[in-house]
Structures are given as C-alpha cells and as structure tokens.
C-alpha cells in the first residue's frame, strides 16, 4: 500500500511528521535515489528510502515515555550552551528512538510526553484536535474571583485573544486547562491579568495525568490509550 514519504519516515521513528517534511524540503531526502518532493508517496515494502545519506527502515515498535521534566532542562536534543536536555535523561538506547510531543521552558516542569509515533504527534501538535493540557500554577498574588473568571474568559496577549480556559482554584494554587500551545502562553496570560508566576507545572496532557510518585528528571513508560 502506498503512503507519503514524510508519513513513512514518521512512523519509522526518525522524525516527527512536520520534521520529516522539512527534511524533504531541504532536499535531505532521497526516494529510490532521487530527490522526495513533498506529496510523493512510497511503497515500504519495495522502495528505499534515506533521510541525510541513512536508509530508513520502519520502526518495530512504537514507543512511549512520559518525563517528569525538571526545571532547568532544555526541551532539545543538543544545547549551544551545553545545558542539560531531556534526552540526556533518557538511557543511550532511547535517545535517539524518540523526540518530544511539544515543548516546556526552561523554568516549567511536569509532564512531558517523548515517542517515535508520528500519528500521536500531530494529533497532540496540532490545536484543531483540541486535546486537553492542564497546569498547576503557583503565583506571588493570591488570585483574585476577577482575574480567574478573567482567565477563563480569554485574554488579550501578543498574538491575539486566548481561548477560553478551565480554570480552579485548590490550596492556593491555580490548575488552568488550555488546548492551544502559544509560546509561554500560561505566563503571559497570568501576567496578563495582573498574577506573577512563581512556579509553573504541566500535570496533565489528553488522558495522561503525572503521578505523584514520578520524581523530576525520571520517566515510565505508558501506553497510547492512556494519552488519547
């Protein structure tokens, strides 16, 4: 059966989906030894396939790791400043097996999800699928029932209005639920509304929640249906 090259490179492991097609427009993919173009397709059974030079093969397994990422840990696989990474958390054998599910700064910690599946990926990527990221929020002001219901509501920061958020309140922190993924967004939307953030933890994405018992810089292994 046909499928598209960044598909096929996808599932194998190497890339995810929105990599894998910036490998090909850089031309670092090759079909049958000539150049992909976005949209070709390939029989896995017959052609052959090679992302910078590499034979790819279709991975055996899917993989997937969810990470309690400490603060201080880059989301990257290298660090021009040489700063500890997630990957460098993981066993050799893992490293280069798996990429990340989206993104946490530097200062943010909690949950963290790493796999080689590309299907996963994009729908947990892409905010049109509207999955579920809930953060446990810690502020320097007590939070006010204004600025909550402010939260909830959607707020003005660069880039436009936020959409509107699940928003409670539990032993003087913040869990603030978003299914958009907009650069700092949980920061800028707490300063938005007057709330400086002290500490910022990802607890839960889609089903997957991050278990009390999980230390930071550790991770386990879960399946897909605990995800989605």
């Known amino acids: 059966m046909l499928e598209r090259v960044q598909k096929f490179i ?21 079909i049958n030894g000539r150049k992909a173009k976005l949209g070709d397709k390939i029989d896995p059974a017959t052609d052959v396939v090679k992302v910078y030079g590499k034979t790819v093969k279709r991975a055996a397994a899917k993989i997937y790791l969810m990470l309690n990422k400490p603060k201080g840990a880059v989301v990257s696989r290298k660090d021009p400043r040489r700063r500890q990474t997630v990957f460098d958390l993981l066993p050799a054998e893992l490293r280069q097996q798996v990429w990340n599910v989206g993104r946490l700064d530097f200062d943010t910690e909690g949950l963290l999800i790493l796999t080689n599946d590309g299907e ?7 905010p049109s699928f509207e999955h579920e990221k809930e953060y446990e929020i810690v502020t320097q002001e007590q939070p006010n029932d204004a600025q909550l219901d402010k939260l909830r509501g959607g707020v003005e920061i660069s880039g436009g209005l936020t959409g509107p958020a699940k928003v409670r309140l539990r032993d003087h922190k913040i869990y603030l639920t978003i299914h958009e993924g907009k650069k700092r967004q949980i920061r800028r939307m707490c300063d938005a509304v007057g709330l400086s953030v002290v500490n910022l933890k990802r607890v839960r994405v889609g089903k997957l929640t991050l278990p ?5 810089g550790q991770y386990r292994a879960v399946h897909k249906s605990d995800i989605l």
């Open 10 to 30: 996808s599932e194998s492991g190497v890339a995810s989906r929105r990599k894998a097609e910036e490998f090909i427009k850089s031309g670092q993919v090759q």
């Open 212 to 216: 009390a018992d999980l230390p930071p």
């Open 120 to 126: 996963l990926t994009q729908s947990l990527a892409h």
